[in-house]
């Protein structure tokens, strides 16, 4: 028997240097966020480039959440981010299944069109959306925000879920219906749980593409009580100053929904990883 080659000590190290390189590299960021968001007003600008402040206050914080209409801002996110992902998750899901186990007329060009839909930059198009939004009587309200959300992330979504349907051999949902299961009993039964990692990344995806869209929020909302937190961040802007804690306390709120969305969608990335698998 040939002996279990050992790892090289400095290469175990050097991967784990790096690592931790690229850790630091992408929280840092974050960090700065809180940390800004814990600086007490007078320190913020005296201490800008201090690693850790002096002084740490949550005032920042309270103010945020008790004296500004940030909490309104984040549940008109929150509403809009799910709406958008649940609908484009829907949509995405039935037009991948048909495109990767269908052929019908005109298949090549639908592909080819919603290609097309990709190419155009949205400062383009942002003037006609305005237009139809407006003559549909949608200005300033959260439902105007989902529709749009939901018809440009379609179809990149729907290419997403393509790709999972066509990495599931089409045997096992044709040994289901010779076993008595209908087509969407086999769909339900034994793809829908293998596409639990499509649709995980899915929802994932299009929640946060709407979490942090601005400038459709931007242009479509206006009122106050329809603002979007992107937009709401803007509110801590005046004519003269930036009022940096309560923005950055403001951030950090809002990087919670999208964390425990994930810790969420993790659960089901797991599940259909190990479930709907066939005994050999």
């Known amino acids: 028997m040939s002996a279990v080659k050992k790892p090289n000590p400095a290469m175990v190290v050097a991967k784990y240097a790096a690592l931790a390189f690229y850790l630091t590299f992408a929280l840092f960021p974050l960090y700065w966020l809180l940390k800004i968001g814990l ?17 740490v206050t949550f005032a920042n914080f309270t103010k945020v959440i008790f004296q500004t209409d940030f909490m309104a801002y984040f549940r ?30 005109g298949k090549r060009i639908i592909i080819a069109l919603m290609l097309v839909t990709q190419m155009f930059p949205l400062l383009m198009i942002i003037a006609p959306i305005y237009k139809i939004v407006a003559e549909l009587g949608l200005l300033n309200s959260l439902t105007s925000l989902i529709v749009v959300y939901t018809a440009f ?8 879920m393509q790709s999972f349907f066509d990495g599931i051999p089409k045997d096992l949902e044709e040994a289901a219906m010779m076993d008595g299961c209908s087509r969407f009993q086999a769909l339900r039964k034994v793809v829908f749980p293998l596409t639990l990692p499509g649709l995980g ?41 930036v009022d940096w ?21 993790q659960r089901y990335l797991v599940q259909g990883l190990t479930s709907g698998a066939v005994k050999g």
């Open 39 to 55: 600086t007490p007003d007078n320190l913020i600008y005296s201490e800008g480039t201090r690693l850790f402040p002096s002084e």
């Open 76 to 105: 008109n996110s929150l509403i809009v981010s799910l709406g958008a992902a649940f609908f484009t998750t829907l949509f995405a899901a039935a037009a991948g299944y048909a495109f990767s186990r269908f052929v019908f007329a």
């Open 153 to 160: 992330n379609i179809p990149f979504a729907t290419f997403l």
């Open 201 to 241: 990344a899915t929802l994932g995806f299009v929640f946060t593409a709407a979490w942090s869209e601005l400038l459709f929020a931007l242009m479509l909302i206006s009122k106050n009580d329809a603002m979007t937190f992107p937009v709401g961040l803007l509110t801590f802007v005046s004519k003269f100053s």
């Open 245 to 265: 804690g309560q923005m950055m306390a403001a951030g950090v709120l809002a990087l919670i929904p999208s964390c425990l969305f994930f810790i969420f969608i």
